[in-house]
């Protein structure tokens, strides 16, 4: 079982960038897909972003496509989100997630994923 704790909140205003991280304990971080969802108050869980074991396919939302990028370090144990260009509608509770599933950097569903971090606040201001 693998524990998961994003750091990065923040308030910036329309335009600048933010960078999240996720920490992941356990031993097989680097056999979890690995994702990024974000939840706005009264909407659905949206998926952001994923990444394969090795971090050598990633897939996104056309939401956040040439603006944000997500990134791993398995000897860190670590996730990473930066955003930039940062609009008012990016706004929301941000999640990391890490899917058991096979391979693919293409887990966009909330049900793949297994285990999920606590979240963090994005707030962009216009």
């Known amino acids: 079982q693998v524990q998961l704790v994003e750091s990065g909140e923040g308030l910036v205003q329309a335009g600048g960038s933010l960078r999240l991280s996720c920490a992941a304990s356990?031993?097989?971080?680097?056999?979890?897909?690995m994702g990024w969802f974000r939840q706005a108050p009264g909407k659905e869980r949206e998926f952001v972003a994923s990444?394969?074991?090795?971090?050598?396919?990633?897939y996104y939302a056309d939401s956040v496509k040439d603006r944000f990028t997500i990134s791993r370090d398995n000897a860190k144990n670590s996730l990473y989100l930066q955003m930039n260009s940062l609009k008012p509608e990016d706004t929301a509770v941000y999640y990391c997630?890490?899917?058991?599933?096979?391979?693919?950097?293409?887990?966009?569903?909330?049900?793949?994923?297994?285990?999920w971090g606590q979240g963090t606040q994005v707030t962009v201001s216009s």
């Open positions: 356990g031993r097989s971080f680097s056999n979890y897909v």
């Open positions: 997630a890490a899917s058991r599933r096979a391979n693919s950097s293409r887990r966009k569903s909330v049900y793949d994923y297994d285990y």
């Open positions: 990444i394969s074991w090795d971090g050598d396919s990633t």
